[in-house]
């Protein structure tokens, strides 16, 4: 029987006869779409610590760098990843520059009764292997939206995302231009101080200031804190500039106050997503006459569990040694994503929630907190 394609423009027996000719595509397409998709999105990475930089008194830097050697994928400054520890996680934003594809510099500094921070500073040595995620996150430069003037107003340790901008571009050049307003307690506090200071006065198109709070008789820069008046007098009117924000949770919603009282549109601020909110009844939605303390019954997959109201979901299925996928912990993610079946939750404010997920009863679980018994599917 003819092709039905023969008789309906010229020259089709001969393209037909060209095409039976081909060798037949035995190629596994989904195969290696995996492979790829492996190589540049992993959702697990085998690193070895390579080296570690004491920063500060509180603050080291872990050179990472892949298990025999093996190649690391691409990210995006101001990107992280999650690092899986002592039956948990947390996310640390990569401090290196992503010109630099043979390692990755994870930044961490102290935190007063921190879980984690503490056990990688105290316990963590040259050759010990983690487990972390693939680079992740939205918390980086986007030319298209975000422009080429820019602000970055960090606080601590949330000077490492901007590191990351920084050395990128020292390293690639171009019309960007950065200007880092960088709050550090006192003087020996400031993470990568002589690194910063030297890129800025090599490259014209970066800017470095030191905020000091608590500042000693010889600091001769600027103090407090990043008040309306302090950065506009350190940038000049910010006239729609793009300004990210990164530091201590508390930093948050004072610069959005500060950037607002400045008649800076919302839209032009960023904030990197950092943690479950330290007290869930401080905000407004919070039940009233509801005691946080208080223990309430999880059930998940048949078994039930006790936990503090206070205590966001994943903390409490981690504690009982059950362990949803997890990345930011600061619900902008959703890979912690689960179903509330029966009972209530509080869902925090930093809960990035679909448009589709409060009407089927899905919640982020890291800043979701039960405020009555609850029933989970994960």
């Avoid at 998940?300 to 949803?324: C, K, M, Q, W, Y």
Wanted: glycine share 8%.
């Amino acid at each position: 029987m003819p092709h039905p394609l023969a008789d309906r423009f010229d020259g089709a027996p001969a393209i037909l006869d060209l095409i039976a000719e081909r060798e037949p595509d035995t190629r596994d397409h989904a195969a290696e779409t995996r492979a790829a998709i492996d190589t540049y999105h992993p959702s697990r990475l085998n690193l070895v610590v390579d080296e570690i930089i004491t920063e500060t008194a509180t603050t080291k830097t872990f050179r990472l760098t892949g298990k025999d050697n093996a190649a690391l994928p691409p990210f995006l400054a101001g990107q992280y990843v999650n690092v899986f520890i002592d039956g948990t996680s947390r996310p640390y934003a990569i401090s290196s520059s992503p010109t630099a594809r043979d390692h990755y510099d994870l930044t961490v500094r102290r935190v007063a009764g921190g879980r984690i921070s503490n056990l990688l500073i105290d316990t963590l040595g040259v050759g010990a292997e983690l487990t972390t995620s693939g680079p992740m996150g939205t918390f980086h430069h986007n030319p298209l939206f975000h422009g080429d003037d820019l602000v970055f107003l960090a606080g601590g340790s949330g000077v490492a995302p901007a590191m990351s901008m920084i050395r990128e571009l020292a390293e690639r050049g171009g019309t960007r231009t950065f200007q880092l307003i960088y709050g550090s307690r006192d003087a020996a506090d400031i993470i990568f101080r002589d690194e910063l200071d030297a890129l800025a006065a090599a490259h014209p198109g970066i800017d470095v200031v030191h905020v000091i709070a608590e500042p000693d008789a010889g600091w001769t820069g600027a103090t407090g804190f990043l008040t309306a008046e302090t950065i506009t007098g350190l940038t000049g009117d910010l006239d729609g500039r793009m300004v990210y924000v990164c530091g201590p949770q508390a930093l948050y919603p004072y610069a959005l106050a500060q950037l607002t009282a400045l008649g800076h549109p919302r839209k032009r601020v960023r904030f990197e997503a950092n943690g479950a909110p330290s007290d869930p009844t401080a905000q407004p939605h919070w039940p009233a006459g509801i005691d946080a303390d208080e223990e309430v019954a999880v059930t998940v997959g048949g078994r039930s569990f006790r936990t503090p109201r206070r205590r966001p979901l994943l903390d409490a299925l981690e504690d009982n040694g059950i362990r949803p996928e997890a990345a930011c912990r600061s619900g902008e993610c959703s890979l912690c994503r689960v179903r509330v079946r029966k009972g209530r939750v509080h869902t925090a404010e930093e809960a990035k929630l679909r448009l589709s997920d409060e009407p089927f009863g899905y919640t982020h679980s890291c800043v979701a907190y039960p405020i009555t018994d609850v029933e989970l599917e994960l």
